[in-house]
């Protein structure tokens, strides 16, 4: 029970120390470039939760970012609308997510391996399509999806808060969702039980493309330039996020709202280090440290379990 309230906790210790450590920090400019700074990587880990729930792991995600965002911003570029340019960013984040799914499905090669061999693949197609150039003949409407607000509130944090929505009814309440969890406590017993694994793993890694590909044009608006480069990074904190939030990369546990702890535990560390002025690289050592002690915790939480 504490390693699971841990995370909240932590939330809001650092949320309470960094209120009183700067006045700079409370203010609704800041909270407002925290949501959206973070918003991204929030997209993303949902998406990663889903699938470290079924043991498995994307280490493409970054570059599925970059290669949805190019073509994305390049569509607007070639003079397609808006709504247009954000379809055709989804549609190439659910490809990518289809074609991880199929090899890892059908070829019955580790997921870790799959991944990271497309993490290659995928940012050097970007980097050759657009010769390393960035796309950025987009319209100044196209900023809105970024940076505009609903109702007094940023525009992505409605947006995140829908995907959030979906993710938790799907994991709690859909067929898909329980088979995940199956599927990550033990896939050889879901297996033999009925559960058409292969097709509900490579559904699983579509989700997550198409949730990347969401990401990939909210990081293109807030730019306003499709980057070949962008990404870069992201698939770690997407998995320290989910890791930190009390998912297990052994499969089978995780949680949306987790998850969203664990990314704004991120969020609010890097922007209280720029407040305080810390150095920024030292965000990373305590992103490395965040994610070795919740990954400590989780081995020694299940050490004590009964056989």
Known sequence: MLQRLLPFLTLITLFVSLSIATPNFLTHLNLSTVVRQTAVINIIALGMTLIIVTSGIDLSVGAILALSGFLGAKAMEAGYSIPMAILIGLTVGTTCGLINGFLITRLKINPFIVTLGMLGVIRGMTLTISNGLPASGVPEGFSFLATGTLLGLPLVLWILVVCAVAMHFVLEYTKLGRYAFAIGSNPDAAYYAGVP??????????????????????????????????????????IAAVVIGGGSLRGGEGTVLGTLIGAFIMGLLSNGSDLLGINPYLQQTLIGLAIIVAVTLDELRKRRLPK
């Open 197 to 238: 694994v292969s097709f509900h793993l490579t559904f699983v890694y579509a989700i997550a493309g198409l949730l990347t590909g969401l990401a990939a044009m909210i990081e293109a608006s807030r730019l306003m330039t499709g980057q070949p480069t962008a990404g870069q990074g992201y698939e770690l904190q997407a």
